[in-house]
């Protein structure tokens, strides 16, 4: 029976049961298609980036660390990572455990925008599983794998939850004061950088034969999962504003521009100074213009957008290809992905330019605030003579980088010391020689050529042993 207020509507507008009359039908199928980018970017996205960028004998250990980390990440976050990031106030920076698997939950209104919690639950999951994925970038080729799989719902846990409900969620202590991090520059980037660098440190380098020379099995590859990455970053910052707005609109246009100009300066820099246009640098370039615009989406202008580019093809480019070399604390660690340059340096520096270029009028689109005293970049503040105001916003963005920072080194550093109690965080020797045969017992390429291989893998053909030997015979 419909509700008579509602009777004059078109009867697929009408609410019904399923169909509440909080709920904005749009703003949700935007919200789970959104949702759905992100989640294609780790899956398949840098499951095959990481098969592909590493060396042939690391494919199946490096693309197994991402799907392994995604599947983990949504039990734990149903379980207890959502209302641990999201719930209701426990401390200033985390939310009570509570149950996000009931229905009558599930089928509430979220805590911002008009969709269903489930909605929400799952846009969130596949922000926190690219964070573990983006961490496991800096480990590739040496770390434990059963070391690894207690890495995951521990760092989910007792880190990612820290910062994602300081800086997200409308009760964390960063997010009243008002940090600017439209879609993870802060939560996602920052935190999977610094984390990611710490764990190398603990888990120890490579073998040294593979830190000497490590050459991408599939550069074609590689460049597939980069653009499945690059294309799935419209839900990644379309989707934050939490509804179908003119605002995540122009995040998804800054965010494609950001990382054009990016891979365009790095590119640049890589030929002028070593005289190869380099497809992995470019790659890297445009991963750097994505992270760094990522705090930065929906509250900056598009000239603004282009300058983030530049900068965050330049100063990564720098500290990787230039500061790297000459740092001895740098050159320590064993970084396989270089994720302390192409997130944590890049995610700073989009930080700190947010703060700095961050327009009040966006920030009203976005942040849905009756005033325009707050989220005021310095350079706004510097133009209306708020001069204050701006720089109290770019102390704010620095106070953000320092809590990140400090949260993921200690509690990171506490996890892998707390594991290697257990088991070891670094393959064995053998393991770090034999590379996936060794680990898994499969590998990435086993050609119809190499009989050998075969033989090795009968459980995964279907062939018998002495069919295979029969045909490799020509009987």
């Not at 380099?278 to 750097?288: E, F, L």
């Amino acid at each position: 029976m419909v509700d008579p207020k509602y009777a004059w509507l078109p009867p697929n507008l009408q609410p019904d049961d399923a169909n509440p009359d909080w709920m904005n039908k749009g703003d949700n199928a935007w919200q789970l298609t959104a949702a759905t980018l992100v989640g294609l970017q780790s899956v398949p996205g840098l499951v095959i980036l990481y098969g592909s960028i590493v060396k042939k004998k690391w494919a199946v250990n490096s693309a197994f660390m991402a799907l392994y980390a995604f599947a983990a990440v949504l039990i734990c976050w149903v379980g207890w990572g959502y209302h641990l990031s999201f719930g209701h106030s426990f401390l200033p920076f985390l939310g009570k455990i509570d149950d996000a698997l009931d229905q009558h939950d599930l089928l509430k209104p979220a805590f911002l925008g008009k969709f269903p919690n489930a909605t929400m639950v799952f846009f969130q999951f596949v922000f926190a599983a690219i964070t573990l994925i983006l961490i496991a970038g800096a480990l590739l080729g040496r770390m434990n794998f059963i070391a690894w799989m207690l890495f995951v719902p521990l760092w989910l846990t007792f880190s990612y939850t820290v910062g994602a409900y300081s800086i997200w969620c409308p009760t964390g202590w960063l997010s009243k004061k008002g940090l600017i991090d439209y879609s993870g520059g802060y939560v996602i980037h920052l935190s999977s950088g610094v984390a990611g660098f710490t764990a190398a440190y603990w888990v120890g380098p490579r073998a040294t034969r593979d830190r000497e020379r490590f050459p991408p099995n599939n550069i074609l590859l590689m460049l597939a999962g980069a653009g499945l990455l690059w294309m799935g970053w419209t839900g990644f910052n379309g989707g934050d504003p939490y509804v179908a707005s003119i605002d995540a609109s122009l995040a998804v246009l800054n965010t494609h521009i950001c990382a054009a100009t990016s891979l365009l300066t790095w590119l640049l820099l890589d030929i002028l100074f070593f005289e190869k246009p380099s497809v992995i640098g470019a790659t890297q370039g445009m991963i750097t213009g994505l992270v760094c615009i990522t705090p930065a989406a929906g509250v900056v202008q598009g000239w603004a957008a282009i300058i983030m580019g530049v900068m965050s093809g330049c100063i990564p480019w720098f500290t990787m290809m230039v500061l790297h070399k000459k740092s001895w604390v740098l050159k320590q660690v064993d970084d396989t992905m270089a994720v302390f340059h192409t997130h944590a340096v890049a995610g700073s520096l989009g930080g700190i330019l947010t703060g700095f270029f961050a327009n009040p009028k966006l920030s009203r689109l976005f942040y849905l605030v009756p005033n325009w005293e707050h989220y005021i970049g310095l350079a706004y503040g510097l133009h209306n003579g708020q001069i204050k105001a701006g720089l109290k916003q770019m102390g704010i963005q620095l106070l953000g980088i320092v809590f990140i920072v400090g949260v993921n080194v200690v509690v990171t550093s506490l996890i892998c010391l707390l594991i290697r109690l257990v088991v070891p965080l670094r393959m064995s020797e053998e393991e770090l020689i034999g590379g996936d045969e060794a680990v898994h017992g499969e590998e990435a390429y086993a050609l119809w050529g190499d009989g050998e291989k075969f033989e090795k893998s009968v459980l995964n053909s279907v062939y018998g042993v002495e069919d295979l030997k029969n045909k490799n015979e020509g009987v």
